[in-house]
C-alpha cells in the first residue's frame, strides 16, 4: 500500500511525494524524483494543512518542507 501526499502549489518543481508504509519516499514528481526518492516521511505525523515533515540526510535532517500539505490519499 502506498499513500500519496500533495503539496500546496507554489511554482516548485514538487508537487507530490507517493510514500511506502515504511514511510520511504518510492516517487515524487512532476520532477526532481531523483532527488526526493529514497527520503523518510513518518507518515502517521502528517496532516492536511499543515508543513510537511521529512527527513533528507544531509540537506534537511528531522526537519520540514516549506510547503503544505494539500491532500493524503491511500492507494493500491
Not at 18 to 25: A, K, S
Request: net charge positive; aromatic share 10%.
Amino acid at each position: 500500500m502506498m499513500t500519496k501526499i500533495v503539496l500546496e502549489d507554489k511554482g516548485q518543481d514538487l508537487l507530490w511525494l507517493r510514500v511506502n508504509e515504511g514511510g520511504l519516499v518510492e516517487e515524487a514528481g512532476p520532477f526532481q524524483n531523483e532527488i526526493w526518492k529514497g527520503s523518510y516521511i513518518p507518515i502517521w505525523l502528517v496532516c492536511v494543512g499543515q508543513l510537511l515533515p521529512i527527513h533528507h540526510y544531509p540537506h534537511i535532517i528531522h526537519g520540514f518542507l516549506k510547503y503544505k500539505v494539500k491532500s493524503i490519499k491511500k492507494e493500491q
